[in-house]
């Protein structure tokens, strides 16, 4: 697995319940290593990695910040279920799609959908320069 993602990974399996103030369940870790797993496995490395959070309800949060695009994705633990949501900062446009992680055709999706736009940001900022 990448280090930036083992890393993230490693402190989210030491949360526990309550932990946030008090409140806050737990991710189930078995389903959380799995998560991570199947998104490793075919992470492109011209991707950056995501940061990742908890979410009060024992699922995980998604967040990647690409040019001048912010994406963010929770995914729900028990289903591998998430919905995408892509902004562009400067116009304010925005791009929704959903995926089940638990489908490598969903997965090739998610990342071809990051990717492109990943590409797309860095010919506008070529051509604006």
């Known amino acids: 697995m990448k280090p930036e993602l083992q890393a ?3 402190k ?3 949360l526990r319940d309550g932990w946030l103030d008090g409140e806050g369940r737990a991710p189930n870790k078995r ?3 799995r ?3 199947m998104l490793d496995t075919f992470y492109p490395s011209r991707l950056p990695v995501p940061y990742v959070y908890p979410t009060p309800d024992g699922n995980v949060r998604f967040e990647w ?3 001048r695009t912010e994406w963010s994705m929770e995914v729900d633990l028990n289903t591998y279920r998430g919905r995408l949501t892509g902004l562009w900062v400067d116009s304010g446009r925005d791009v929704e799609a959903e995926f ?3 489908l490598h055709s969903d997965r090739v999706r ?3 959908m990051l990717t492109v736009h990943r590409f797309y940001e860095k ?3 070529h051509t604006q320069s």
């Open 123 to 125: 010919v506008v900022r």
């Open 31 to 33: 389903r959380l290593k």
């Open 65 to 67: 910040d690409i040019g």
């Open 8 to 10: 993230q990974l490693d």
């Open 110 to 112: 998610l990342f071809s």
């Open 12 to 14: 989210l399996l030491e």
């Open 100 to 102: 089940n992680l638990a």
């Open 35 to 37: 998560l991570f797993r």
